[in-house]
């Protein structure tokens, strides 16, 4: 019903800065929030960020906080993650996620992208 595509993926070295984008295609009518989440290898699918479609609340990992910013472009059913001074820590697949309660649990959310690497570089 919804296909979500992520792109903006790639290299960069450590402080550099990178902007994911991801958009929503199909039945999206349904959709109130949009997550983006991250999984390095041998570990579990973490929290990043996501954003109501109303731009009414965001939410950040603390880890991430005052380094990334999620926004949205609800007209065009796309939400972006600008990414700036990198570690290598953030180094992971990047994953959008759809669904209509805010929260943090990856098990919320009932639609993700493939993903799209991440490596930062020291």
């Known amino acids: 019903q919804v296909q979500l595509v992520e792109s903006g993926g790639g290299l960069v070295q450590a402080g550099g800065s990178l902007r994911l984008s991801c958009g929503a295609s199909?039945?999206?009518?349904?959709?109130?929030?949009m997550g983006w989440f991250r999984q390095a290898p041998g570990k579990e699918r973490e929290f990043v960020a996501a954003?109501?479609?109303?731009?009414?609340?965001?939410s950040y990992a603390d880890s991430v906080k005052g380094r990334f910013t999620i926004s949205r472009d609800s007209a065009n059913n796309t939400v972006y993650l600008q990414m700036s001074s990198l570690k290598p820590e953030d180094t992971a697949v990047y994953y959008c996620?759809?669904?209509?309660?805010?929260?943090?649990?990856?098990?919320?959310?009932?639609?993700w992208g493939q993903g799209t690497q991440v490596t930062v570089s020291s």
């Open positions: 996620a759809s669904g209509q309660i805010f929260a943090v649990r990856p098990g919320t959310y009932a639609y």
């Open positions: 954003t109501t479609w109303s731009g009414g609340r965001t």
């Open positions: 199909g039945r999206t009518f349904g959709i109130s929030v």
